[in-house]
Structure formats: C-alpha cells, structure tokens
C-alpha cells in the first residue's frame, strides 16, 4: 500500500516530441504527488508537483495529470529537448518524514 | 538561501573497512534532515532522519547508522563495510514544518570492492 510504481524504466523520445511517465499509487492519505529530476552524478531536484484536489497543474513545458479515481498520475514534457535527458522520480507524501518514490524512469531525449 | 553540501563525492572502499559520510546545511537552522541512498534501477531509500541534536531515527535495520552532533550536520557511519552496502547516497534536508518537499545533496557515489 505505500508503494508507488513508476512506468516506463526507461523511455527515448525525439526532440520535439511529447515524453509521458506513468505512475500509480494505492494509499488514499498521500497527499501531495510530487517530480524529482536527477541529472547523472547529482541529487534529485523537485521539478513540480501537485495535490489531489487538482486535475492538472502545469509550469512552463511541464504537466503532471492527476487521476484521483484511477490513483494514477503522470509528467508529460511537452516539445522534449536534449536537456531534459535525466531520470525522472514520481513519489508520493502523506506526511510524517517518509516521502515514497518510484523507482525511476531514465529519459533520452534524440537531438 | 540555503545550500547542501555532501562530501565525498566519490568513494571506494574495501569490504569490512569503516565510513564517513558528512552533509552539512547552510543557511537555515533546525531543518529536518535525512539519508537516503539510491540503488541502479530502483528509487530513493529512506535510510534516516533526524528532528533534532541527537534525534535519529532509522527507517530500515542494516550496517549503517547515522548521528547528528551539530545542528546542521548530520553524518552516516559504518564500522565494517559489507559488500550490499555499495550505492549512491544522498542527503537531503526539509524545512520544519512541512517536510513534504525534499532539498537533496549532490551525492556520495560508495564502491565497496
């Protein structure tokens, strides 16, 4: 119940197309769905994220889509550019100290 | 504004040798603050955290502890490396309040051979 799984491990997209990471959760109580972008050698970076009383929050060429029926929710990098070649973490906090996260989607992004 | 530094950044160690990690956090006081480390393939493992001087909490039993002697310092230790031990560990630090937004380090990078 306090797992998130992250699909797909790892994803190639062309610059200029949309890249799309999947995540679902099973624990109602999380309540705040946030993205962690790591860069090789370097520690995550909060990207964006949201809660469940929204559908969908946006900044700039990034989306998360928030399902609260399903337990799903999603990052969508609109018009990928090289630079985004990272991995991508979603997770899930309830509150507490324990932030659960997924297990990571390596994204490379085709010039 | 705040900043967190991890040191070493690299490390290679022998099997049944002693470690030190350190992280240290400037610009804010009393943060939260955690190890995490990081398996290829797999996502971030809550290893500890720590509320305060001394206050250690520990998320999953293993060869490792950690102590927090300063504020803003906060220290992974072992006394005997094991091979399962190597990984990516990363300090992290949240504000005290809402500890939903994590602050990660850069990252110690432990090869134990």
């Known amino acids: 119940q306090q797992q998130v799984k992250q699909s797909p491990q790892s994803l190639i997209v062309q610059k200029g197309g949309i890249s799309i990471i999947n995540c679902a959760y099973e624990?109602?109580?999380?309540?705040?769905f946030p993205w962690y972008q790591q860069f090789p050698g370097k520690g995550p970076a909060l990207l964006i994220a949201?809660?469940?009383?929204?559908s969908e929050k946006k900044e700039g060429r990034f989306t998360i889509s928030f399902n609260k029926s399903a337990k799903q929710f999603s990052l969508h990098i609109m018009d990928s550019q090289p630079g985004d070649s990272a991995t991508y973490f979603c997770?899930?906090?309830?509150?507490?100290?324990?932030?659960?996260f997924g297990a990571g989607t390596r994204l490379f992004v085709k010039a | 504004s705040q900043t967190i530094h991890q040191w070493p950044a690299t490390l290679v160690q022998p099997v049944g040798s002693p470690l030190s990690l350190e992280c240290t956090v400037e610009?804010?006081?009393?943060?939260?603050l955690y190890w995490y480390r990081q398996a290829a393939g797999r996502g971030l493992q809550l290893l500890f955290y720590s509320v305060g001087i001394g206050q250690i909490s520990s998320e999953v039993p293993q060869n490792l502890s950690a102590s927090r002697p300063q504020d803003r310092q906060f220290i992974l230790s072992s006394k005997k490396l094991l091979l399962s031990d190597s990984g990516f560990y990363l300090c992290?630090?949240?504000?005290?309040?809402?500890?939903?937004?994590?602050?990660f380090g850069s990252g110690t990078q432990l090869s134990v051979l």
């Open positions: 949201i809660r469940p009383d929204v």
């Open positions: 997770a899930a906090y309830t509150g507490g100290f324990k932030t659960i």
């Open positions: 992290a630090w949240t504000r005290g309040k809402t500890n939903e937004k994590l602050f």
């Open positions: 610009g804010t006081s009393n943060p939260n």
């Open positions: 624990n109602t109580a999380f309540d705040y």
